[in-house]
């Protein structure tokens, strides 16, 4: 089973926020061994060292996707087969990094294997944090061509 490890800047203040998330975290517990965790907000620089801790502690091999406005845009079914592909050719563990408000330093983008973006649009970060989450347990359902229940 392929694990999941969201790097996010910030803490989850609002209810409604802990709840989606615990939500999809429940959901995807399905599919793959997820955890979320949560560095400091502060300024970019500081951001980076709670980051780059954090990413130190993965196993070697791990493939890390930042997120990115400026990314490549991405699909369900994308990022989906991203998902497949890297868990065929052996990659057991991905990272997703969601930054804080004011961006990450070049030293997170230069860490990243990729960067990817849900398209143009800003989300706030608590939200793209759902959304983040909502995408990989969908990813799983396309993989496993299993239907979506709305």
Same mark, same amino acid.
């Given at each position: 089973?392929?694990?999941?490890? +969201? +790097?996010?800047?910030? !803490?989850?203040?609002?209810?409604?926020? !802990?709840?989606?998330?615990?939500?999809?975290?429940?959901?995807?517990?399905?599919?793959?061994?997820?955890?979320? &965790?949560?560095?400091?907000?502060?300024?970019?620089?500081?951001?980076?060292?709670?980051? =780059?801790?954090?990413?130190? !502690?993965?196993?070697?091999?791990?493939?890390?996707?930042?997120?990115?406005?400026? *990314? !490549?845009?991405?699909? /369900?079914?994308?990022?989906?087969?991203?998902?497949?592909?890297?868990?065929?050719?052996?990659? /057991?563990?991905?990272?997703? +990094?969601?930054?804080?408000?004011? *961006?990450?330093?070049?030293?997170?983008?230069? &860490?990243?294997?990729?960067?990817?973006?849900? *398209?143009?649009?800003?989300?706030?970060?608590? =939200?793209? &944090?759902?959304?983040?989450?909502?995408?990989?347990?969908?990813?799983?359902?396309?993989?496993?061509?299993?239907?979506?229940?709305?």
């Amino acid at each position: 089973m392929q694990k999941t490890t +969201i +790097i996010a800047v910030g !803490k989850l203040k609002e209810r409604f926020w !802990k709840d989606a998330c615990a939500e999809y975290l429940k959901r995807l517990s399905a599919y793959t061994d997820s955890v979320v &965790r949560e560095v400091p907000d502060s300024t970019p620089e500081r951001e980076e060292a709670a980051i =780059l801790a954090a990413l130190d !502690k993965l196993p070697d091999g791990t493939h890390v996707i930042l997120l990115d406005i400026r *990314g !490549k845009e991405t699909s /369900s079914e994308a990022l989906a087969q991203k998902l497949e592909t890297l868990a065929v050719n052996g990659a /057991s563990h991905v990272a997703f +990094i969601i930054g804080g408000s004011d *961006g990450v330093t070049a030293a997170v983008r230069a &860490r990243a294997n990729e960067r990817m973006s849900f *398209g143009p649009i800003t989300l706030p970060h608590n =939200l793209a &944090r759902v959304v983040l989450l909502e995408q990989v347990y969908r990813a799983h359902k396309i993989i496993r061509r299993e239907p979506y229940h709305k």
